[in-house]
């Protein structure tokens, strides 16, 4: 199991620019998420999907789009960069399910370093 | 609306002495709470989580409702402490658990 996957590693993007950041995992969970780290602010939840088929916003949206393509894979796009998009993206999942009490735990992916100029 | 705070930004201690991480929370349900820890060039992954009540690495937390927080402990710390800690929460209902993290703490253990 390789658990969450996440592609590129890195970018470095020019304003403007547009790209795609890849997510999946491979442990049949339902609900998956984008989060941004940045220095000083912790982790924020940019986008999230509760099931295949739904998707949420969360807490710093703006700039973003997200794709549930499947059960296993979560895209977030950047339409048109900006340098305040500059950070570290994680991909998250978990088993959380409509109806369902589990114990919430994420299981997180390594990481897309970003840098827009 | 749920708020997780962590009022330390780092945390520098000696190795053998003991750790303590703050972290308090605002919400109105019933919670859960979760650390979480990053070491360098690591994923986030789950350090314990307050409803197993568990010792995880020689760390424990525990939920005191009444002053809304989970601070995690250690009586002991060693240099393989190091690393980013997050407190986090999750909202229990509704049809998925949305963790909201605190702002992480950088715990250093000096040898």
């Known amino acids: 199991n390789a658990g969450v996957t996440q592609t590129p590693k890195f970018q470095v993007l020019k304003t403007g620019q547009s790209m795609t950041l890849q997510c999946a995992q491979d442990?049949?969970?339902?609900?998956m998420y984008w989060y941004r780290q940045d220095p000083g602010m912790g982790l924020r939840l940019i986008y999230y999907s509760a099931s295949e088929g739904t998707t949420d916003k969360g807490e710093v949206p703006n700039g973003y789009n997200v794709s549930r393509l499947n059960k296993r894979e979560f895209s977030l796009r950047l339409e048109s960069a900006a340098p305040s998009q500059t950070s570290v993206y994680f991909c998250a999942s978990s088993e959380a399910e409509k109806g369902l009490v589990d114990s919430g735990e994420q299981f997180f992916g390594p990481g897309t370093r970003l840098t827009v100029l | 609306a749920q708020r997780v705070t962590q009022p330390e930004k780092l945390l520098s201690v000696f190795k053998g002495a003991p750790v303590e991480l703050k972290c308090n929370y605002s919400?109105?349900?019933?919670?859960?709470l979760f650390w979480y820890v990053q070491y360098s060039r690591q994923r986030l992954q789950l350090l314990l989580r307050h409803i197993s009540r568990e010792s995880i690495k020689g760390f424990t937390a525990d939920l005191n409702k009444g002053e809304t927080s989970f601070h995690l402990k250690k009586p002991f710390a060693q240099e393989e402490d190091s690393a980013m800690y997050y407190c986090?929460?999750?909202?229990?209902?509704?049809?998925?658990?949305?963790?909201?993290f605190g702002k992480g703490t950088l715990l250093t253990v000096n040898p």
């Open positions: 919400y109105s349900g019933s919670p859960e």
């Open positions: 442990m049949n969970h339902n609900s």
């Open positions: 986090a929460l999750s909202a229990r209902g509704g049809s998925n658990y949305k963790l909201t």
